[in-house]
Structures are given as structure tokens and as C-alpha cells.
């Protein structure tokens, strides 16, 4: 199996290849995409992060429990 790598604009429903790779035109391919929208991807991950405080009163922490872990 031959693996290639490119970067392409889609249109509409249809991924062009390039002309170096039209070899692989009229042969069964699969397909891995890679979607680059870095604004969409971090307002999406901002809006799944949200900030929470917790009540640690009654928390007892022992130091020497923790570092034999």
C-alpha cells in the first residue's frame, strides 16, 4: 500500500487530486480528512470548558498518602 499526503481545497462534494498523483484517479482509494478551521475548533473548545469551584473544608490532606502514590 502507497501512502501520499497532500493539501487541497474541497468543492462543494468534490476533492480534486493532483495532477502528480492522477495515477491513483481511476483506482479503488481511501480517504482520511483533516479539517483546518483553528477558530471554529477553539471557540468549540471554550465553549466546553467552563470553570467550577469546590468546597475543600472538610478536605484532609496527608502529604506522605500522596507522594507513595
Do not use: C
Not at 462534494?13 to 480528512?33: G, M, N, R, T, W
Not at 477558530?39 to 465553549?47: G, L, P, Q, R, T
Amino acid at each position: 500500500m502507497e501512502t501520499i499526503s497532500f493539501r487541497t481545497q474541497s468543492k462543494g462534494h468534490i476533492i480534486e487530486i493532483p495532477k502528480e498523483y492522477s495515477h491513483f484517479a481511476s483506482k479503488q482509494i481511501d480517504v482520511v480528512l483533516s479539517v483546518h478551521e483553528p477558530m471554529e475548533v477553539k471557540s468549540h473548545i471554550e465553549k466546553g470548558m467552563r470553570s467550577m469551584s469546590l468546597n475543600t473544608k472538610f478536605f484532609k490532606f496527608d502529604r506522605q498518602e500522596a507522594n507513595q502514590r
